[in-house]
């Protein structure tokens, strides 16, 4: 028999801000693949619309920091610019919609997509607003995560956030020092900038290698018809020094000398 899903919706499952009111028509869910979209859009059926974000809609803006540092760093979004017809679609479909269903990937970065997409659906006559968390694309997953919605978790987002202000800071920041200094059009980024630090301390410390001389002693030894190469490790419990030629032909004649004893 075919497994039907309704949509779980009651005033009490809104964002805050609505009052419980909404509209009779499709449930809404929001993902962030396209292709993704169509399959899961097969899965739910006709009761529900399946529209993609293609990543994330809104963002820091590109020609200011956009970012209060003298106000805890409190970040200012922007749409990005071309999202404005997703923005505005997502606005459409949810006004209609009896429930809104916000499943983008279940990362930091997916959460703070979907608290995007909460923040410009929200209001007062908005629909219920939940969080669905798709960890793989089967029918009977996506089912059971409609059923399970739940909310958008606040720490991821908070988790991104902190993530991209340290991005633009950097970036931001540090970029025009590079273009002064090394090259016009170079930036510096959170975790390139520290990846690059490391490759050059590791390349001064390359440099500053002065080759050194030393020899190693082996042995091919037998033991009941089997070959085997033993190598000199230790001398006294000491690893050995053994500077140049002369010291290693030493060692070798010492063990020469040795080998006509019969070692138990």
Do not use: C, M
């Amino acid at each position: 028999p075919r497994r039907r899903v309704s949509a779980p919706v009651t005033p009490a499952a809104t964002d805050g801000d609505g009052n419980g009111s909404h509209g009779s028509g499709k449930a809404l869910v929001v993902v962030e693949s396209p292709a993704k979209a169509k399959t899961i859009g097969k899965y739910l059926g006709s009761g529900f619309a399946v529209k993609a974000t293609v990543g994330h809609i809104r963002d820091l803006p590109t020609k200011t920091l956009g970012i209060d540092l003298e106000n805890g760093f409190e970040p200012e979004y922007v749409t990005i610019p071309g999202k404005e017809k997703t923005v505005a679609e997502l606005k459409a479909s949810a006004k209609t919609a009896r429930a809104v269903y916000i499943a983008t990937d279940p990362d930091r970065e997916g959460e703070a997509i979907a608290w995007h997409v909460q923040s410009q659906i929200k209001g007062r006559s908005a629909p219920p607003i939940r969080r669905v968390l798709f960890h793989e694309i089967t029918k009977d997953a996506v089912l059971r995560a409609i059923e399970h919605a739940g909310e958008i978790d606040q720490k991821k987002v908070d988790a991104q956030q902190a993530r991209r202000v340290l991005d633009r800071l950097v970036g931001y920041k540090a970029s025009p020092v590079l273009w002064k200094t090394v090259k016009k059009g170079l930036s510096a980024g959170r975790v390139q900038t520290v990846a690059l630090r490391l490759l050059v301390e590791r390349e001064r410390e390359i440099r500053a290698f002065r080759a050194t001389e030393y020899w190693t002693i082996a042995a091919l030894l037998e033991h009941e018809d089997q070959q085997f190469t033993a190598k000199l490790h230790h001398v006294d419990g000491n690893k050995p020094h053994i500077p140049d030629a002369l010291s290693a032909q030493v060692i070798v004649q010492d063990v020469a000398r040795l080998k006509t004893f019969d070692v138990t």
